[in-house]
């Protein structure tokens, strides 16, 4: 089977494209149980189907080759679009372990991105320690609020916050790096999201990652009600603009300027404050509030030599990695990994620089992310 170069790159955007570093990801199931209601990986899983056998054979070719390849491999996140370890499907099917087991086979670094604590158990916990141990891996735990009900309420099938907490507590026990996806960032629970901050900072996580809530009408009046906030004072709240990034075409909502900066300064100051980072999910604000660089996933806590893509960031700032062992790979490098992850590269690069010769959609994706942008 020819594997396409989406199964294994998110799709290029005016966003992903211009901030994301780390597009290549390794998706181990189709579907995911856990059924947030903001969730918006629902709206791209669509065309992505494969049964694990394709998955793993496709994994395996691909880590097999970039093993040959003389530059360093790119980090690959697990996952984008599901809850890889989601326990019923994980016990079951081991293809999330199996995908671990290649990635240390053919030393391939890897983002797990999780909200389940089955990766505390063998024997996932065995092989995440042994890429820990070859400074392969980022564990990023995903947590929206410690508050329990309102977390019920809106991931109803993920596991409680305190066994997310505990879950970052032990890996950083056992020294894996762990950072947390505090998101996404909602309007309403404010100063539970800061509360939430200074305990994973305080369970040991090394830094925070915020994205904001970018949502439908119906979606926010369904957010609205688990957060105990009438739907028809927080749709008529002058704080939402539209989102005129959305590839999906869903007609989404956004938090507005002041409040994203207020939120964003304030968690800034509080993760400084512990001596921590904290970086900004698919948001051009971020360049402004960047000073290690704009890696948004913090995958310079990955220690092992790997290869990121450039962003607006080193066309726009400053164009040498501050990190010794992340190679910033130029078009000429391209050509030397395997297809499936040239042609995304390339198409990735096309799209910046289409972005960066539009000043106007510069501007726009720079100072507001906003569809308000003078
Ligand atoms: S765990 Fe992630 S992918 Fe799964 S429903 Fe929640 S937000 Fe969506």
Not at 221 to 244: E, F, M, Q, R, V
Not at 337 to 347: D, Q
């Amino acid at each position: 089977m020819r594997i396409d170069w989406m199964f294994f790159s998110i799709k290029p955007s005016t966003i992903i494209s211009s901030l994301c570093y780390s597009v290549f990801r390794v998706e181990p199931y189709s579907s995911c149980l856990y059924g947030c209601i903001f969730c918006y990986a629902k709206w791209y899983r669509k065309g992505l189907e494969m049964n694990s056998s394709q998955i793993l054979n496709a994994w395996k070719s691909l880590a097999r080759r970039l093993k040959d390849v003389d530059l360093p491999p790119p980090v690959f996140r697990l996952s984008t679009l599901v809850e890889p370890f989601q326990d019923k499907l994980e016990m079951k099917n081991r293809i999330a372990l199996r995908i671990l087991e290649i990635a240390d086979r053919y030393e391939i670094p890897l983002i797990i991105n999780t909200k389940s604590d089955l990766i505390m158990r063998s024997p996932w916990i065995d092989v995440i320690l042994k890429l820990s141990d070859k400074n392969l891996v980022l564990v990023q735990v995903s947590i929206v609020t410690t508050n329990s009900n309102i977390s019920k309420a809106l991931e109803p099938g993920a596991p409680i916050p305190q066994r997310r907490l505990a879950l970052i507590e032990r890996l950083r026990d056992h020294s894996v790096p762990v950072v947390v996806r505090l998101q996404p960032l909602i309007p309403g629970i404010e100063n539970l999201q800061l509360e939430t901050a200074k305990e994973v900072l305080s369970y040991g996580a090394l830094g925070i990652i915020v994205e904001p809530l970018r949502e439908t009408r119906n979606g926010l009046a369904k957010i609205a009600k688990a957060i105990g906030i009438a739907p028809k004072s927080y749709l008529n709240n002058h704080l939402w603009k539209p989102y005129s990034f959305s590839s999906s075409n869903q007609g989404l909502l956004y938090p507005d300027i002041e409040w994203r900066k207020r939120m964003f300064y304030e968690l800034f100051t509080l993760t400084l404050k512990f001596g921590k980072a904290l970086t900004i999910c698919k948001d051009g604000l971020w360049l402004s509030f960047s000073i290690y660089n704009a890696d948004c996933c913090q995958s310079w806590h990955i220690k092992r030599t790997h290869a990121m893509r450039k962003t607006l960031y080193e066309c726009l700032i400053s164009s040498k990695s501050r990190f010794p062992h992340i190679y910033l790979l130029s078009y000429g490098d391209f050509q030397k990994y395997p297809r499936v992850i040239r042609r995304a590269l390339r198409l990735h690069y096309n799209k910046l620089i289409k972005v960066l010769n539009n000043k106007k959609l510069l501007r726009k994706l720079i100072i507001t992310n906003s569809s308000h942008a003078k």
